[in-house]
């Protein structure tokens, strides 16, 4: 008998044929998290980057792509760690000195969102530009009146300061030494802001040399062609080949195609997901190498001149009030050099914004070298003229720079005004309802920033003619050796009681509201855990906790009634200064005497609270640098600044994510490129997922395809949506799921950072799960004996839901392993913790 024919072998399931590796990879957010506790193991790996950030596994997972059959329950777990871009020695806080800065360098990447708005996109960016040049002389003209007025000219001019700090007695006009002429004075002290401004380059030039010189692996622009041109602001309208134009779109905010649009590359077929590269995909967002080498020189020669002007400008005075050895007209010239130089700085910061839609590798190499060389000659030609020998010129009083700080305080306010014109103007041209202040949360802020510069400068000044005068007090005019700092410094430093008394209202009414809307949630959250037994004090805490994260939400018109409010006493204290030319405590005298009080406490209260404030600011921030607590508290808002680049100020802190997102970009192309079948997950929490989110816009169009995106805890609505409209509003983010091969987003009631993304599609595309329910268990449960606590914005894992969620993604990525398709509803717990 002939043996049976065999049956045919049927044709491989498409579960059958996939057998290409899963990667979960796992992004910290605020405060950081070694790769131990991200992996839920004590033995790692480090796979590639170095000290500073790098990606890490398990070790005995370094090998999990040869061995995909040992991960059919879970995926291989990486960790990316990039605390170290943002803590480190105690000796990094002082960046936080530099805080104006930064947060005038976000008023920049404030900008409602704008179509067709070309001219006003690039005024705006201007105007805060130009914001930003004037802190940096409001800096510099401080260090200016602290070592060139108050210790060259007023202590050492003075015979009994000068014998107080016997440090100066070789510049006292008592010791006639060669030192001891005024002009000579000056040029000695001019070291001491020139040294300043001399670090701020020195700072900048080596973070631009780590962070924004390090172009990414991908060398193509959106369109795939070359790099070349230049495009400020981000607002050229790229050509195609066959020489159309896109629809203009400034911001990237244009709602891209959806799904089934035709692909021209699949001979007109369908294509599931629509290429979007909104504006924090272009290739050249995360490369500002030309923009901040380019500021940096002008910031630099703006701080040179600053010093040359202070001090040439009181040797030239002398020259034309009296008859001298030195010609008034060798001044003039010096003064006229320092005004052309000025005129091209400004000419600088105007002239070019950055350039996103292509990697622009140009370097002005002779503007970065001749413009702050030009500067510090002219500094030194003011020193050298300042220098020469004035017998009968004496010093008395103080140097003129109250005229100074005033046009730099009002020219601020009218920048600061114009900013918000054009805001408001850009806003009404394409509202979008969750946009913070209606469009002027970058003004407000450019506004809070001015308000910082000149709190930080006027203090140290405060403090300095304080120290200085021992027992008097400056301004006075009873009992004191010093004229003081100028007047206005002593009103910007009046208004600060001021401030904070009205301050007291908007915090009693946010006391007010939490504490009814903690009572208002007490039933809803009983009904919630239902039917639990209730327990009076642990709904009380969950309500007060959920009502507490809500908070966030109000922060938006705080931040309003403070902007405004400091602008209007910044103008106020402009007036009083000018009108009466005295300190409030002597402006105030033969008024009425609980007026007369009032205004000496508010001086002398106003002072102390600036000095306090610095020195407690600055130890706080050595703390947050070196205590995981401290810096989980205050990280949120450090991190948001420094995520973005240094488009406004180029002596800003550091950009960390000019180095995150091109490592997360480069980690994701280079695992899905060695493994083709490979499916891949990013898990970002936190700060985490917006890196996670801007590392995706990276990738090109194939790779984004076959990436899952999972976030939880996320402020990429909440936060960067509301107050960064044109990069996270609306349009981005619908891009970005549109994009993506899937996404998720997990939020909390009771977490104050992360929330829902809120993708407005028809139908609802299902990205946000939630709010998940916290606590898990309202009471001891059999299966839960001991109270669970109330996570609120850490520890996502916990959450059965995460796993779930996790391994939907990964099922909808590709088909699965035979064994996970039979298993796909018993998925473990978390591969590991990404919380921060």
Same mark, same amino acid.
């Given at each position: 008998?002939?043996?049976?024919?065999?049956?045919?072998?049927?044709?491989?399931?498409?579960?059958?044929?996939?057998?290409?590796?899963?990667?979960?990879?796992? $992004?910290?957010?605020?405060?950081?998290?070694?790769?131990?506790?991200?992996?839920?193991?004590?033995?790692?790996?480090?796979?590639?980057?170095?000290?500073?950030?790098?990606?890490?596994?398990?070790?005995?997972?370094?090998?999990?792509?040869?061995?995909?059959?040992?991960?059919?329950?879970?995926?291989?777990?990486?960790?990316?760690?990039?605390?170290?871009?943002?803590?480190?020695?105690?000796?990094?806080?002082?960046?936080?000195?530099?805080?104006?800065?930064?947060?005038?360098?976000?008023?920049?990447?404030?900008?409602?969102?704008?179509?067709?708005?070309?001219?006003?996109?690039?005024?705006?960016?201007?105007?805060?530009?130009?914001?930003?040049?004037?802190?940096?002389?409001?800096?510099?003209?401080?260090?200016?009146?602290?070592?060139?007025?108050?210790?060259?000219?007023?202590?050492?001019?003075?015979?009994?300061?000068?014998?107080?700090?016997?440090?100066?007695?070789?510049?006292?006009?008592?010791?006639?030494?060669?030192?001891?002429?005024?002009?000579?004075?000056?040029?000695?002290?001019?070291?001491?802001?020139?040294?300043?401004?001399?670090?701020?380059?020195?700072?900048?030039?080596?973070?631009?040399?780590?962070?924004?010189?390090?172009?990414?692996?991908?060398?193509?622009?959106?369109?795939?062609?070359?790099?070349?041109?230049?495009?400020?602001?981000?607002?050229?309208?790229?050509?195609?080949?066959?020489?159309?134009?896109?629809?203009?779109?400034?911001?990237?905010?244009?709602?891209?195609?959806?799904?089934?649009? /035709?692909?021209?590359?699949?001979?007109?077929?369908?294509?599931?997901?629509? /290429?979007?590269?909104?504006?924090?995909?272009?290739?050249?967002?995360?490369?500002?190498?030309?923009?901040?080498?380019?500021?940096?020189?002008?910031h630099t020669a703006a701080g040179f001149l600053t010093v040359a002007a202070a001090v040439a400008g009181a040797a030239a005075r002398q020259d034309r009030s009296a008859d001298g050895p030195v010609p008034p007209l060798l001044g003039a010239a010096v003064e006229g050099g320092i005004v052309l130089c000025a005129l091209v700085v400004v000419r600088v910061v105007c002239s070019r914004g950055r350039s996103e839609r292509t990697r622009d590798t140009k370097l002005d190499a002779a503007l970065i070298?001749?413009?702050?060389?030009?500067?510090?000659?002219?500094?030194?030609?003011?020193?050298?003229?300042?220098?020469?020998?004035?017998?009968?010129?004496?010093?008395?009083?103080?140097?003129?720079?109250?005229?100074?700080?005033?046009?730099?305080?009002?020219?601020?306010?009218?920048?600061?005004?114009?900013?918000?014109?054009?805001?408001?103007?850009?806003?009404?041209?394409?509202?979008?309802?969750?946009?913070?202040?209606?469009?002027?949360?970058?003004?407000?802020?450019?506004?809070?920033?001015?308000?910082?510069?000149?709190?930080?400068?006027?203090?140290?000044?405060?403090?300095?003619?304080?120290?200085?005068?021992?027992?008097?007090?400056?301004g006075m005019g009873h009992g004191t050796d010093l004229a003081g700092p100028p007047v206005l410094l002593s009103w910007q430093a009046s208004v600060i009681p001021v401030l904070l008394l009205l301050l007291l209202v908007p915090a009693l009414v946010l006391i007010v509201r939490t504490t009814r809307t903690a009572r208002r949630l007490g039933p809803l959250i009983e009904a919630e855990y239902a039917p639990e037994p209730p327990d009076e004090g642990r709904t009380r805490r969950i309500a007060r906790?959920?009502?507490?994260?809500?908070?966030?939400?109000?922060?938006?018109?705080?931040?309003?009634? $403070?902007?405004?409010?400091?602008?209007?006493?910044?103008?106020?204290?402009?007036?009083?200064?000018?009108?009466?030319?005295?300190? /409030?405590?002597?402006?105030?005298?033969?008024?009425?005497?609980?007026?007369?009080?009032?205004?000496?406490?508010?001086?002398?209260?106003?002072?102390?609270?600036?000095?306090?404030?610095? $020195?407690?600011?600055?130890?706080?921030?050595?703390?947050?640098?070196?205590?995981?607590?401290?810096?989980?508290?205050?990280?949120?808002?450090?991190?948001?600044?420094?995520?973005?680049?240094?488009?406004?100020?180029?002596?800003?802190?550091?950009?960390?994510?000019?180095?995150?997102?091109?490592?997360?970009?480069?980690?994701?192309?280079?695992?899905?490129?060695?493994?083709?079948?490979?499916?891949?997950?990013?898990?970002?929490?936190?700060?985490?997922?917006?890196?996670?989110?801007?590392?995706?816009?990276?990738?090109?169009?194939?790779?984004?395809?076959?990436?899952?995106?999972?976030?939880?805890?996320?402020?990429?609505?909440?936060?960067?949506?509301?107050?960064?409209?044109?990069?996270?509003?609306?349009?981005?983010?619908?891009?970005?799921?549109?994009?993506?091969?899937?996404?998720?987003?997990?939020?909390?009631?009771?977490?104050?950072?992360?929330?829902?993304?809120?993708?407005?599609?028809? /139908?609802?595309?299902?990205?946000?799960?939630?709010?998940?329910?916290?606590?898990?268990?309202?009471?001891?449960?059999?299966?839960?004996?001991?109270?669970?606590?109330?996570?609120?914005?850490?520890?996502?894992?916990?959450?059965?839901v995460f796993a779930e969620e996790r391994a939907d993604l990964l099922a909808e990525l590709g088909p699965l392993l035979p064994r996970q398709a039979a298993e796909a509803g018993l998925q473990k717990g978390s591969s590991g913790r990404s919380s921060g």
């Amino acid at each position: 008998m002939a043996p049976a024919a065999l049956p045919p072998t049927p044709p491989d399931s498409p579960s059958a044929r996939h057998t290409g590796a899963a990667l979960e990879l796992l $992004v910290h957010g605020v405060g950081g998290a070694t790769p131990q506790e991200m992996l839920g193991d004590p033995r790692t790996v480090r796979v590639t980057g170095d000290e500073t950030a790098a990606v890490y596994r398990r070790t005995e997972d370094a090998h999990g792509e040869k061995h995909p059959e040992r991960y059919r329950d879970e995926p291989v777990a990486e960790a990316y760690c990039w605390s170290g871009l943002t803590s480190g020695n105690g000796s990094r806080a002082l960046w936080l000195l530099l805080l104006p800065f930064m947060v005038v360098n976000l008023a920049h990447w404030m900008r409602p969102t704008a179509t067709g708005r070309t001219r006003a996109v690039r005024l705006y960016g201007v105007l805060v530009r130009l914001v930003a040049l004037s802190l940096t002389v409001l800096l510099t003209a401080a260090a200016c009146e602290v070592a060139l007025d108050l210790l060259a000219w007023q202590c050492a001019g003075s015979e009994a300061c000068a014998e107080r700090r016997s440090w100066l007695g070789f510049l006292s006009a008592r010791q006639g030494g060669w030192w001891s002429q005024p002009g000579r004075r000056l040029a000695l002290a001019a070291v001491v802001p020139a040294a300043l401004v001399g670090l701020l380059w020195y700072l900048s030039n080596r973070t631009w040399s780590a962070y924004e010189s390090q172009a990414p692996l991908d060398g193509q622009d959106i369109d795939g062609q070359d790099i070349d041109g230049h495009d400020p602001d981000g607002s050229r309208e790229p050509h195609h080949p066959d020489g159309s134009r896109e629809p203009h779109d400034p911001d990237g905010s244009r709602e891209p195609p959806g799904p089934g649009a /035709p692909d021209p590359d699949t001979d007109g077929a369908p294509r599931p997901l629509a /290429p979007f590269r909104p504006a924090l995909g272009r290739p050249g967002f995360w490369y500002g190498r030309r923009i901040v080498a380019r500021l940096r020189a002008a910031h630099t020669a703006a701080g040179f001149l600053t010093v040359a002007a202070a001090v040439a400008g009181a040797a030239a005075r002398q020259d034309r009030s009296a008859d001298g050895p030195v010609p008034p007209l060798l001044g003039a010239a010096v003064e006229g050099g320092i005004v052309l130089c000025a005129l091209v700085v400004v000419r600088v910061v105007c002239s070019r914004g950055r350039s996103e839609r292509t990697r622009d590798t140009k370097l002005d190499a002779a503007l970065i070298t001749y413009l702050p060389g030009s500067a510090l000659a002219l500094l030194a030609l003011a020193v050298v003229y300042a220098s020469w020998s004035r017998p009968d010129w004496e010093s008395s009083g103080s140097l003129p720079g109250e005229t100074a700080f005033r046009l730099i305080t009002l020219g601020q306010g009218v920048l600061v005004v114009g900013l918000a014109l054009v805001a408001r103007g850009i806003h009404r041209r394409s509202p979008e309802p969750r946009t913070v202040l209606h469009g002027l949360g970058g003004p407000a802020v450019a506004m809070l920033a001015c308000a910082l510069g000149g709190v930080m400068t006027g203090g140290v000044a405060q403090r300095v003619a304080d120290w200085l005068d021992g027992p008097g007090s400056p301004g006075m005019g009873h009992g004191t050796d010093l004229a003081g700092p100028p007047v206005l410094l002593s009103w910007q430093a009046s208004v600060i009681p001021v401030l904070l008394l009205l301050l007291l209202v908007p915090a009693l009414v946010l006391i007010v509201r939490t504490t009814r809307t903690a009572r208002r949630l007490g039933p809803l959250i009983e009904a919630e855990y239902a039917p639990e037994p209730p327990d009076e004090g642990r709904t009380r805490r969950i309500a007060r906790i959920r009502a507490t994260a809500a908070l966030t939400d109000s922060a938006p018109w705080i931040v309003g009634v $403070v902007s405004g409010a400091t602008l209007l006493l910044g103008a106020g204290a402009i007036v009083g200064s000018w009108r009466s030319d005295e300190v /409030p405590g002597r402006a105030a005298d033969g008024s009425w005497p609980l007026i007369e009080s009032f205004a000496e406490a508010a001086q002398s209260t106003g002072s102390w609270l600036i000095g306090f404030g610095f $020195v407690l600011f600055v130890a706080g921030g050595r703390r947050a640098y070196k205590d995981a607590s401290a810096r989980r508290t205050i990280g949120i808002l450090w991190d948001v600044g420094t995520f973005w680049p240094r488009a406004a100020h180029p002596f800003a802190p550091p950009c960390y994510a000019e180095r995150a997102v091109p490592d997360l970009a480069s980690r994701m192309s280079a695992w899905t490129t060695t493994t083709p079948r490979g499916r891949l997950v990013i898990s970002g929490h936190s700060q985490g997922s917006v890196l996670a989110a801007s590392a995706v816009w990276q990738l090109p169009d194939a790779t984004r395809r076959r990436v899952a995106l999972l976030t939880y805890g996320s402020p990429l609505e909440r936060l960067y949506g509301r107050w960064f409209p044109a990069y996270f509003g609306p349009g981005p983010l619908l891009g970005l799921h549109r994009s993506v091969h899937c996404w998720r987003n997990l939020w909390r009631d009771t977490d104050p950072i992360g929330g829902p993304v809120r993708i407005c599609a028809d /139908p609802d595309p299902g990205v946000d799960r939630g709010p998940l329910k916290d606590p898990l268990a309202y009471g001891r449960t059999t299966k839960l004996p001991l109270p669970e606590p109330i996570l609120g914005h850490s520890d996502y894992q916990a959450d059965p839901v995460f796993a779930e969620e996790r391994a939907d993604l990964l099922a909808e990525l590709g088909p699965l392993l035979p064994r996970q398709a039979a298993e796909a509803g018993l998925q473990k717990g978390s591969s590991g913790r990404s919380s921060g």
